[in-house]
């Protein structure tokens, strides 16, 4: 049975894969047999795989205790014994080798549990097993990779990371290791096949291999695939589909069946299953097709010759564990080009048949998969479908949104359903290749979803150059390996698990909450898509903020750090120093030249500083890319050679090509020796949320208004009431000759009025000062509505103006319970409800999964009985109680969704907002439009996928002043609720994460 209580167990205690029950310890304790010093045992009748893990694990041993043990392969016969063994011994055999059937018929072991079943083993502590031996721990799997998943089950457990190779990360050092006295069993895995899709890799990876070698190319061969199918097996993958990237330098690209003779020998002794990506279609590659020789890749003008070579490509494979890749889509990755593309694939489909029953006996003998990416899935909407023995691979939008699941006549097909996942990409709108933004909470939310709906055939993810997505997908194949191992809550204890695993226990609570900020952050936006201007400088300290907490976040990178052993630097740099530094720097970059766009055009002294920062920065990042240059004696000089920074047009829906070198433009330098022209004169003000000090940017000299300065020209902060954000903000910036100090004051005219500071004076040393205001609302005169202009003086002409406080001191009824409208708006996070409805299938907040908010999200469940019944979903809700000071007509919402595509084409997503306690019915809307062709993705997807959520505007009618409910219900349990945020008196202002939460009083 699959091992599934972790969330009871604590992490504490789990370890392989970092969710496996613990079989070892370190401790010697009652019963428990040393493997420190063991032998390690495997039957000479069992697959190659099993002898290769057997001496990768002794190697293990010796990076961990710091002495290499004999692996001794056992001869299977009559009398059956273990020459030079020591006492006790490992014995790693499957059900079926003549050694693990001897100590079974001896009656000491018993294996019925996993006869039979697919990748399964069980751990087991006996004594006398065979002759000469004491005690062995025994790991016995259903077949080849059962046992291999259990020697690197019980490698991690000893103190090797999956990822020793590929991110430096060292054993952790143990004397003595024993095996506790216990039985086990793992397994069968959630999903039969799982592995990745090395793609995209040019410039890193195949740039990186190359210079390793000192070429100018260096083909991925077997010297490569060793560490790559390594780190599956540990990461108890089985599935691949190898590099494939085109290239005009050197032609033709790589090419997995002939760069290396030995590299499908290689996965098939390593007991990986190689398949072909989704357009290259029986185990050929694309780049071994040859225009020139073959003719055009065209299955109506060159049917003779695109047969024979997917012949030759099944010939090729012979007996080799594989997954034939059908169908067939046009030249360079794209649609097929003509006028009926279904019936040219149906053709398609019958001919690939006819050569696999050729080579295998019967059409349906070997493993076929059918990826139904990008057009293919409008094919597919229209009625291709392949033979019930193929397995239909669905995909994510290349996004992070799983396009299409499975029905349920679907699931039942003898083939299976797979899943083809992004955790990168290369194509419209915007490719991004840099850096891991994939928030796990998202990852899981898609997975979860596809796995509940039987998608357990096959998972590929794309992984790009393998780095530096470690993490990520480490964490996908957990969860192929046991679904029921990780929800939405545990996120955190996985990561620090993993964090323990990589770099010890001592810092892993620590780096886990690093870890789990950075998923947070990240999920909001791809870095390739940020531009200067996504996050508003103007409103809501946005960019500010943003800005705030990956400064925090670097700073307790760098405290961690600097504690951390030097031997588990490099593991630290891989993991979190590098992506976090970067992605800081990379941000201040971006956004610090947003904000010198709009200070420059304020004409602010102060922006030259700011560009030269962000000059700085930029370097910073190029900087932090040379380090991982020299890391590990410049092992991965060129991994991460991927160029970022570039302009990203988010309207065109079609600017996806990658930058060929970083290059940051637009910054903005004033003229620092040259004073202001009057009226405004010297002395800047700038009004948090107002743009003023924009419109001041330029003037008719003279001409406009000042002493004070009036309408769009003039400072005025947000509405100030109690329920407000407690404190405003004003900054005061020269923006004349940078060498004339100004003096500044401000006249209070009230008491409860509060500026910090109230006066000052800016200079060449201080071109800016913030002042804080804030007032004492138990002072302030009931009811107050009033518009309060506060006089500052200063010492250059026009000697004064006005900052705008606009004061409204009211208060909800005694007892309220909910949130009140302030300053214009009110911004709701939707776990933050008031009630909720009950029954079998509730609203249940959703932790970690949020792009807009820092307390996750909303959604009903459970996930399968809220699919069940579309009418018992629809009557499930969740109220929230708000506060309006005035009547509003009408009132707007505008609703944050987490993004998500129709999966389901018979339960199409759709969700309604009514003002409950008026009366009015449930108003059901669609999430999405409906594609232009069925099958494809929604209206706008190219223009708003890189938000990551669906942002909707609804109205709520006429609402009258005082205590309302809102309502909010959906139809299905794939609609993931963020935020909803009610403008009542035009208060809300533009910004990419939507305005802060308001206050919820309680």
């Given at each position: 049975?699959?091992?599934?209580?972790?969330?009871?167990?604590?992490?504490?205690?789990?370890?392989?894969?970092?969710?496996?029950?613990?079989?070892?310890?370190?401790?010697?304790?009652?019963?428990?047999?040393?493997?420190?010093?063991?032998?390690?045992?495997?039957?000479?009748?069992?697959?190659?795989?099993?002898?290769?893990?057997?001496?990768?694990?002794?190697?293990?041993?010796?990076?961990?205790?710091?002495?290499?043990?004999?692996?001794?392969?056992?001869?299977?016969?009559?009398?059956?014994?273990?020459?030079?063994?020591?006492?006790?011994?490992?014995?790693?055999?499957?059900?079926?080798?003549?050694?693990?059937?001897?100590?079974?018929?001896?009656?000491?072991?018993?294996?019925?549990?996993?006869?039979?079943?697919?990748?399964?083993?069980?751990?087991?502590?006996?004594?006398?097993?065979?002759?000469?031996?004491?005690?062995?721990?025994?790991?016995?799997?259903?077949?080849?990779?059962?046992?291999?998943?259990?020697?690197?089950?019980?490698?991690?457990?000893?103190?090797?990371?999956?990822?020793?190779?590929?991110?430096?990360?060292?054993?952790?050092?143990?004397?003595?290791?024993?095996?506790?006295?216990?039985?086990?069993?793992?397994?069968?895995?959630?999903?039969?096949?799982?592995?990745?899709?090395?793609?995209?890799?040019?410039?890193?990876?195949?740039?990186?291999?190359?210079?390793?070698?000192?070429?100018?190319?260096?083909?991925?061969?077997?010297?490569?695939?060793?560490?790559?199918?390594?780190?599956?097996?540990?990461?108890?993958?089985?599935?691949?589909?190898?590099?494939?990237?085109?290239?005009?330098?050197?032609?033709?690209?790589?090419?997995?069946?002939?760069?290396?003779?030995?590299?499908?020998?290689?996965?098939?002794d390593y007991g990986i299953v190689v398949s072909t990506s989704h357009h290259e279609p029986m185990q050929k590659a694309t780049n071994e097709w040859n225009e020139t020789i073959t003719g055009p890749w065209d299955w109506e003008k060159n049917k003779a010759n695109v047969t024979a070579f997917m012949e030759d490509g099944v010939r090729r494979a012979g007996k080799n564990a594989t997954y034939f890749t059908l169908g067939m889509r046009g030249e360079g990755d794209g649609p097929i080009q003509a006028d009926d593309p279904v019936a040219i694939l149906e053709d398609v489909f019958k001919t690939q048949r006819e050569i696999l029953a050729k080579y295998h006996g019967n059409?349906?003998?070997?493993?076929?998969?059918?990826?139904?990416?990008?057009?293919?899935?409008?094919?597919?909407?229209?009625?291709?479908?392949?033979?019930?023995?193929?397995?239909?691979?669905?995909?994510?939008?290349?996004?992070?949104?799983?396009?299409?699941?499975?029905?349920?006549?679907?699931?039942?097909?003898?083939?299976?359903?797979?899943?083809?996942?992004?955790?990168?990409?290369?194509?419209?709108?915007?490719?991004?290749?840099?850096?891991?933004?994939?928030?796990?909470?998202?990852?899981?939310?898609?997975?979860?979803?596809?796995?509940?709906?039987?998608?357990?055939?096959?998972?590929?993810?794309?992984?790009?150059?393998?780095?530096?997505?470690?993490?990520?997908?480490?964490?996908?194949?957990?969860?192929?390996?046991?679904?029921?191992?990780?929800?939405?809550?545990?996120?955190?204890?996985?990561?620090?698990?993993?964090?323990?695993?990589?770099?010890?226990?001592?810092?892993?609570?620590?780096?886990?909450?690093?870890?789990?900020?950075?998923?947070?952050?990240?999920?909001?936006?791809?870095?390739?898509?940020?531009?200067?201007?996504?996050?508003?400088?103007?409103?809501?300290?946005?960019?500010?903020?943003?800005?705030?907490?990956?400064?925090?976040?670097?700073?307790?990178?760098?405290?961690?750090?600097?504690?951390?052993?030097?031997?588990?630097?490099?593991?630290?740099?891989?993991?979190?120093?590098?992506?976090?530094?970067?992605?800081?720097?990379?941000?201040?970059?971006?956004?610090?030249?947003?904000?010198?766009?709009?200070?420059?055009?304020?004409?602010?002294?102060?922006?030259?500083?700011?560009?030269?920062?962000?000059?700085?920065?930029?370097?910073?990042?190029?900087?932090?890319?040379?380090?991982?240059?020299?890391?590990?004696?410049?092992?991965?000089?060129?991994?991460?050679?991927?160029?970022?920074?570039?302009?990203?047009?988010?309207?065109?829906?079609?600017?996806?090509?990658?930058?060929?070198?970083?290059?940051?433009?637009?910054?903005?330098?004033?003229?620092?020796?040259?004073?202001?022209?009057?009226?405004?004169?010297?002395?800047?003000?700038?009004?948090?949320?107002?743009?003023?000090?924009?419109?001041?940017?330029?003037?008719?000299?003279?001409?406009?208004?000042?002493?004070?300065?009036?309408?769009?020209?003039?400072?005025?902060?947000?509405?100030?009431?109690?329920?407000?954000?407690?404190?405003?903000?004003?900054?005061?910036?020269?923006?004349?000759?940078?060498?004339?100090?100004?003096?500044?004051?401000?006249?209070?005219?009230?008491?409860?009025?509060?500026?910090?500071?109230?006066?000052?004076?800016?200079?060449?040393?201080?071109?800016?000062?913030?002042?804080?205001?804030?007032?004492?609302?138990?002072?302030?005169?009931?009811?107050?509505?009033?518009?309060?202009?506060?006089?500052?003086?200063?010492?250059?002409?026009?000697?004064?103006?006005?900052?705008?406080?606009?004061?409204?001191?009211?208060?909800?009824?005694?007892?309220?319970?909910?949130?009140?409208?302030?300053?214009?708006?009110?911004?709701?996070?939707?776990?933050?409800?008031?009630?909720?409805?009950?029954?079998?299938?509730?609203?249940?907040?959703?932790?970690?999964?949020?792009?807009?908010?820092?307390?996750?999200?909303?959604?009903?469940?459970?996930?399968?009985?809220?699919?069940?019944?579309?009418?018992?979903?629809?009557?499930?809700?969740?109220?929230?109680?708000?506060?309006?000071?005035?009547?509003?007509s009408p009132l707007t919402a505008t609703v944050y969704v987490n993004g998500a595509l129709d999966t389901d084409p018979t339960l199409l997503m759709q969700y309604s907002l009514t003002i409950s306690d008026g009366g009015q019915p449930a108003n059901f809307t669609r999430l999405l439009g409906n594609p232009a062709t069925a099958g494809d993705r929604p209206p706008n997807w190219r223009t708003t996928v890189a938000d990551h959520v669906w942002i909707r505007n609804v109205s709520l009618g006429n609402v009258g002043e005082g205590l309302h409910t809102l309502r909010w219900q959906t139809n299905s349990p794939e609609v993931y609720l963020e935020k909803i945020v009610l403008?009542?008196?035009?208060?809300?202002?533009?910004?990419?994460?939507?305005?802060?939460?308001?206050?919820?009083?309680?």
């Amino acid at each position: 049975m699959r091992f599934s209580g972790f969330l009871w167990l604590g992490f504490s205690s789990l370890v392989s894969g970092l969710l496996e029950e613990r079989i070892v310890s370190f401790e010697n304790t009652e019963a428990s047999i040393p493997l420190h010093n063991a032998t390690i045992v495997y039957s000479a009748d069992d697959p190659v795989g099993i002898g290769i893990g057997a001496t990768s694990f002794a190697e293990d041993l010796e990076a961990i205790t710091g002495t290499q043990p004999s692996v001794i392969r056992v001869d299977p016969g009559d009398a059956l014994r273990c020459a030079g063994c020591a006492s006790h011994v490992v014995i790693a055999a499957t059900v079926d080798s003549q050694l693990i059937k001897a100590i079974v018929k001896s009656g000491k072991l018993d294996v019925s549990v996993i006869d039979g079943k697919w990748e399964s083993y069980q751990t087991s502590v006996i004594d006398d097993p065979i002759p000469g031996v004491e005690h062995a721990l025994v790991i016995a799997g259903s077949d080849k990779r059962g046992v291999i998943f259990g020697i690197y089950t019980l490698s991690e457990q000893c103190g090797q990371s999956p990822f020793h190779w590929w991110a430096d990360v060292p054993a952790t050092k143990h004397e003595e290791i024993y095996a506790t006295r216990k039985n086990t069993t793992f397994g069968p895995p959630s999903v039969q096949y799982r592995g990745l899709f090395i793609n995209d890799e040019a410039p890193g990876l195949t740039g990186w291999w190359s210079k390793t070698h000192g070429v100018d190319h260096q083909t991925l061969g077997t010297e490569f695939y060793k560490h790559v199918f390594d780190m599956l097996l540990r990461l108890k993958g089985n599935f691949i589909w190898p590099a494939m990237w085109k290239s005009y330098v050197p032609r033709p690209g790589n090419i997995f069946f002939t760069d290396d003779p030995g590299n499908m020998q290689l996965a098939d002794d390593y007991g990986i299953v190689v398949s072909t990506s989704h357009h290259e279609p029986m185990q050929k590659a694309t780049n071994e097709w040859n225009e020139t020789i073959t003719g055009p890749w065209d299955w109506e003008k060159n049917k003779a010759n695109v047969t024979a070579f997917m012949e030759d490509g099944v010939r090729r494979a012979g007996k080799n564990a594989t997954y034939f890749t059908l169908g067939m889509r046009g030249e360079g990755d794209g649609p097929i080009q003509a006028d009926d593309p279904v019936a040219i694939l149906e053709d398609v489909f019958k001919t690939q048949r006819e050569i696999l029953a050729k080579y295998h006996g019967n059409a349906s003998e070997a493993n076929q998969v059918w990826t139904i990416y990008k057009e293919v899935a409008t094919y597919y909407a229209a009625g291709l479908l392949p033979p019930n023995d193929v397995t239909l691979m669905f995909t994510d939008d290349n996004w992070g949104n799983i396009q299409r699941l499975p029905l349920a006549n679907e699931t039942a097909r003898s083939g299976g359903i797979g899943m083809y996942y992004h955790l990168e990409y290369v194509g419209v709108p915007k490719s991004y290749k840099w850096q891991n933004t994939n928030n796990l909470a998202k990852v899981y939310k898609e997975l979860y979803q596809a796995h509940q709906r039987g998608a357990d055939r096959i998972w590929v993810i794309n992984i790009a150059d393998i780095k530096p997505l470690e993490m990520p997908f480490g964490f996908i194949m957990d969860l192929a390996w046991n679904a029921s191992s990780i929800d939405f809550s545990t996120i955190p204890n996985y990561l620090e698990a993993f964090a323990s695993r990589e770099f010890g226990s001592e810092y892993a609570s620590e780096i886990s909450k690093i870890l789990l900020e950075q998923s947070r952050l990240i999920g909001r936006r791809k870095y390739e898509s940020i531009q200067s201007k996504t996050y508003s400088v103007v409103n809501y300290h946005e960019s500010e903020r943003v800005l705030s907490e990956w400064q925090s976040l670097a700073d307790s990178v760098i405290s961690i750090s600097d504690k951390l052993p030097e031997e588990r630097k490099d593991a630290y740099w891989h993991h979190v120093q590098y992506p976090i530094l970067s992605g800081q720097a990379y941000y201040s970059a971006v956004l610090g030249l947003g904000k010198n766009q709009q200070i420059g055009f304020e004409r602010r002294n102060s922006a030259n500083a700011l560009a030269d920062q962000v000059r700085a920065n930029f370097d910073r990042d190029f900087e932090f890319t040379e380090k991982y240059d020299s890391i590990a004696d410049g092992k991965w000089a060129g991994i991460l050679s991927q160029a970022h920074y570039d302009q990203y047009s988010q309207s065109s829906g079609d600017d996806w090509a990658e930058p060929t070198k970083d290059v940051i433009t637009g910054l903005w330098y004033v003229q620092l020796r040259q004073n202001s022209s009057y009226a405004f004169g010297n002395l800047g003000i700038f009004a948090e949320g107002s743009g003023s000090a924009q419109e001041q940017g330029r003037s008719v000299p003279s001409a406009w208004a000042s002493e004070p300065t009036t309408g769009e020209f003039s400072p005025s902060l947000p509405i100030m009431d109690p329920y407000g954000q407690g404190t405003w903000t004003v900054d005061l910036f020269h923006r004349g000759d940078y060498r004339i100090p100004i003096e500044w004051e401000v006249d209070i005219p009230f008491d409860w009025i509060i500026f910090t500071p109230s006066s000052g004076a800016l200079s060449i040393d201080q071109l800016e000062q913030r002042v804080n205001i804030s007032i004492d609302w138990s002072t302030v005169p009931d009811g107050m509505d009033e518009n309060i202009g506060v006089r500052i003086n200063y010492n250059h002409p026009p000697w004064f103006d006005l900052i705008h406080l606009p004061i409204m001191n009211y208060k909800a009824p005694e007892g309220f319970i909910g949130f009140p409208e302030t300053s214009g708006i009110i911004s709701i996070e939707a776990p933050h409800f008031q009630r909720k409805s009950k029954g079998n299938v509730t609203f249940e907040h959703i932790p970690y999964l949020g792009t807009r908010t820092e307390s996750g999200s909303l959604a009903l469940r459970p996930y399968k009985e809220a699919r069940i019944s579309e009418g018992v979903a629809k009557d499930t809700w969740v109220e929230y109680d708000i506060y309006l000071l005035d009547a509003v007509s009408p009132l707007t919402a505008t609703v944050y969704v987490n993004g998500a595509l129709d999966t389901d084409p018979t339960l199409l997503m759709q969700y309604s907002l009514t003002i409950s306690d008026g009366g009015q019915p449930a108003n059901f809307t669609r999430l999405l439009g409906n594609p232009a062709t069925a099958g494809d993705r929604p209206p706008n997807w190219r223009t708003t996928v890189a938000d990551h959520v669906w942002i909707r505007n609804v109205s709520l009618g006429n609402v009258g002043e005082g205590l309302h409910t809102l309502r909010w219900q959906t139809n299905s349990p794939e609609v993931y609720l963020e935020k909803i945020v009610l403008n009542t008196r035009n208060g809300l202002k533009s910004s990419y994460l939507g305005p802060p939460e308001t206050k919820l009083v309680t």
